[in-house]
């Protein structure tokens, strides 16, 4: 079981014994020419290549599908089809002149450059990755059969691409079964990470079961999960204390495991570092080490099932060859980072997306689209059906018209339209400007991009005075977005876009029938609280907001409200020096006595942004009603402004 991993996803990404990186030893070229015949069983633990078994993970049915594991392609002697595995999801199978690209648990596919739906998606079973067989055999070329006698499936004609090649990628496992290497790593004896600054001899007979967006930990195990390997780095600029190092190590402890041997070590490879040798109840033992260098804390630890700590000395040599150093001219050290020059890599399964983006940022995981950000600057891809006729242009002059619309001139900029490449395909891009307060202000791309049903549109924005930071983000996105179209053909249906498709000039009435009021506002607000018959009604659009409140209060009259309300905004205005009060009279609202107050607040803070707020108090037959609009001084173009002032004087009581 599972010991000290990052909990049950570790289990699910063993990787398949595809991504076993440093669980096999290259091995020698297959030296066998010409064609070659594959015979393999469903429920079957082997296949057979050329008269000779090996062993496999048996494959299954699925939806009526034979599913098989993928050394059935990458074994050299075999097929011996290349393997690239991205993000331990995206399978990438190059055989000849064939690519072939899949996601586990899609269907969505691409054989060579061309989408395609597979009948059932590739899974991961039981540790192994699995692919449909027909599509893959079929694009490879291979001829299949059927054996009457012993119902082997039989494929013939198959060509080791290996062997044409004049190099080999196959590895024992150490299970009896071959195993697929990746190019890259064929002859690497090391692993490291060159963005923390590590290094250590290749874990064989271990598989990489689990690694942080970040890079910051790494684990691996056995198949059997009898032993384990973690690398843990966390920022510690500042010298630690003994008792922090040790800290560390302990947080890395599970529920169950306790410290059996706790000291100092001086002199090691590392130099100085804190050693613990721990159990657990479920029959493990472990030896941690704490090592401080390079302004991080390095926590690396080793554990195997045992009945004794000593049993742990035999393999010491592997903490021992961990080093606080990464030679990048090393050709046999294979780099683990995820981060490259500052950047690392973000992904989205429902758009099938990838992006490089600062290593600060962050993915909101609760968003309904790919949003990524960090404290001073965001981007995200949404999408939406294509309307029939629509172009890229139409689109971006419809957005820039509301842009307009909703910024005040003093508080918007439109800076530049320019023709860029998106995913592959032509698009538009504009870049905007705005500020809430014309102090502080946003520059803001915005690329509209058209490709099948769908339309394409991508936000990045930052800061204007960290733009030097953000120079190259814009560039970057376009250079390093990736989006499968297919995927989301295949995830999504009908995708309005609310904001473009809303007619911003019809209207709608509302009536209360227990307040006995109505009112008419434009439909393309969006109503928080839109139940009439309660005392509160409120509705929001980009800039602003609109509402009645109405309550009883038959004890008092016109004249009591208008002083109260004197009162009031003297003493808010006496405790919030930003807050002015620009009207404060007695008129009408439709043939209605009321009390208007107009209030500017220039606070800008996080819990407020400067606006201009009208109220209208009604008191009428012991019913009192405040009909309000506010909108964001950055926000108040002649369109706000109209739209509110209209739905305000709205506000009407019918005589009984």
């Known amino acids: 079981m599972i010991s000290r991993s990052i909990g049950t996803k570790a289990l699910a990404l063993l990787l398949s014994l595809i991504m076993f990186i440093g669980y096999a030893l290259p091995a020698s070229a297959a030296t066998a020419t010409g064609t070659k015949e594959i015979r393999l069983k469903v429920g079957s633990a082997q296949m057979i290549i050329n008269g000779e078994a090996i062993k496999i993970q048996a494959p299954f049915l699925s939806a009526n599908n034979v599913m098989v594991p993928l050394s059935v392609f990458t074994n050299a002697k075999g097929f011996g089809a290349k393997l690239q595995l991205t993000n331990n999801k995206v399978i990438k199978l190059t055989y000849l002149k064939h690519v072939i690209t899949m996601t586990t648990g899609n269907k969505s596919a691409t054989i060579d450059g061309k989408n395609t739906t597979l009948a059932v998606a590739p899974a991961n079973k039981n540790g192994v990755l699995t692919v449909p067989l027909v599509p893959v055999a079929k694009t490879f070329g291979a001829k299949q059969s059927t054996d009457a006698k012993t119902k082997e499936i039989v494929l013939s004609g198959v060509v080791s691409a290996t062997a044409a090649a004049g190099t080999g990628n196959t590895g024992n496992a150490g299970n009896g079964g071959s195993v697929s290497i990746i190019d890259s790593d064929f002859g690497k004896s090391k692993i490291g990470d060159s963005y923390y600054g590590w290094t250590m001899s290749y874990p064989t007979g271990l598989l990489m079961v689990d690694q942080s967006d970040d890079g910051d930990y790494i684990i691996f195990q056995d198949i059997k999960k009898d032993y384990e390997l973690g690398v843990f780095v966390e920022e510690a600029q500042n010298d630690l204390t003994t008792a922090e190092k040790r800290t560390s190590i302990y947080g890395h402890f599970t529920k169950t495991e306790k410290a059996v041997d706790i000291r100092t070590v001086a002199g090691g490879p590392t130099g100085t570092y804190e050693k613990i040798v721990s159990k657990n109840n479920e029959g493990y033992f472990f030896e941690s080490r704490a090592i401080q260098a390079n302004g991080f804390l390095y926590v690396v630890y080793f554990g195997k099932r045992a009945t004794s700590a000593t049993e742990l000395n035999r393999y010491s040599q592997v903490l021992d060859s961990f080093k606080t150093s990464f030679d990048r001219s090393d050709r046999s050290l294979k780099d683990f980072t995820q981060i490259i020059d500052g950047y690392k890599t973000f992904s989205n399964d429902d758009y099938g997306l990838a992006v490089k983006l600062p290593k600060e940022w962050s993915i909101d995981d609760k968003s309904a689209y790919p949003y990524f950000y960090t404290s001073d600057a965001y981007m995200y891809v949404d999408i939406s059906s294509k309307k029939a006729g629509d172009t890229t242009d139409a689109w971006l002059k419809r957005k820039q018209a509301r842009f307009e619309q909703s910024f005040a001139p003093e508080y918007r900029k439109v800076l530049e339209q320019k023709d860029v490449v998106w995913n592959g395909v032509p698009a538009k891009a504009l870049k905007i400007s705005y500020s809430f307060d014309t102090e502080t202000w946003w520059e803001e791309y915005e690329v509209f991009a058209i490709q099948g049903e769908y339309r394409y549109y991508t936000e990045i924005a930052y800061l204007d005075s960290h733009k030097s930071t953000y120079a190259n983000l814009f560039d970057t996105v376009l250079r390093t977005l990736e989006v499968n179209t297919g995927t989301v053909e295949k995830n999504f249906g009908l995708i309005l876009d609310d904001a473009d498709e809303a007619d911003r000039v019809a209207t709608v009435s509302k009536k209360s029938n227990k307040y006995g009021y109505s009112v008419m506002f434009p439909q393309y607000w969006t109503g928080s609280k839109k139940n009439f ?109 109209k739209s509110l002032e209209s739905a305000i004087n709205s506000f009407t009581i019918p005589a009984r």
């Open 533 to 641: 018959e309660e005392e509160s009604i409120e509705y929001d659009f980009d800039g602003g907001g609109f509402g009645v409140d109405a309550w009883k209060d038959p004890e008092s009259s016109f004249s009591d409200l208008s002083s109260y309300l004197d009162q009031f905004y003297r003493d808010q205005t006496a405790k919030n020096s930003k807050m002015t009060v620009i009207e404060n009279s007695v008129t009408t609202l439709n043939g209605l006595q009321a009390k208007k107050v107009v209030v500017e607040d220039k606070t800008n803070d996080d819990k407020s942004t400067p606006n201009r707020m009208t109220m209208y108090y009604v008191y009428n037959n012991g019913q009192v009603y405040t009909v309000w609009g506010l909108y964001y001084l950055a926000r108040g173009t002649d369109f706000v402004k």
